[in-house]
């Protein structure tokens, strides 16, 4: 069954579909989350809520093709609330805390995945979403534009500027 028929029948209730549904999102929902918040728990945590949310609203959702973007515009929200709620809890963000919650801890992975985090924090928050959103999440400018209210020549403006930003510091 494909996603459009399978977001259909979770929009009319049927709850298997919808866990269909969120077994092809949850990885990708929980990569994003991660990267975001840089906590596992945090992550899934968002991930849940997240997901809670969706299997709520799922029957306002007006297209069934845009149920990625739409998802995921929940997820981008969800975020934003436990990032309040961090700011709120602890004012730093601990890069140490992030690499011991990592699943592949080898010295090489650590290493790269460090410098990564650093490329990542020269980033505006706007800026460093839109990374996100285009190279963990897998989205393209329209989809992004759709999650964080901007046309898609914005973000793709914006994206290109980041990368640039981010290689020109791992140089």
């Known amino acids: 069954m494909n996603e459009k028929e399978l977001v259909n029948l979770a929009k009319s209730g049927n709850k298997d579909a ?12 929980y ?3 991660f990267y975001r918040l840089q906590s596992e728990n ?3 945590d968002a991930v849940q809520d997240c997901v809670v949310a969706a299997f709520i609203q799922i029957g ?7 149920f990625s973007a739409w998802i995921f515009r929940i997820l981008y929200c969800t975020c934003n609330s436990y990032i309040k709620r961090q ?3 602890r004012k730093n963000s601990n890069i140490d805390d992030m ?20 490329a990542l924090d020269v980033l ?9 959103l285009s190279v963990v999440a897998g989205f393209n400018s329209g989809e992004i ?14 994206l290109s500027r980041s990368l640039k930003k981010m290689r020109d510091f791992l140089e």
């Open 31 to 33: 990569r994003y989350a």
């Open 18 to 29: 919808f866990a269909e549904l969120y077994g092809q999102y949850k990885d990708r929902l």
């Open 87 to 89: 700011a709120l809890v």
């Open 124 to 132: 505006k928050d706007d800026e460093k979403e839109i990374v996100l």
């Open 145 to 158: 534009g759709k999650i964080v209210d901007m046309t898609s020549g914005a973000v793709r403006s914006k």
């Open 99 to 118: 690499e011991n919650q990592l699943f592949d801890n080898s010295a090489e992975n650590t290493a790269l995945k460090t410098e990564l985090q650093n």
């Open 42 to 44: 945090d992550a899934e």
């Open 60 to 66: 306002s959702l007006k297209k069934a093709e845009a």
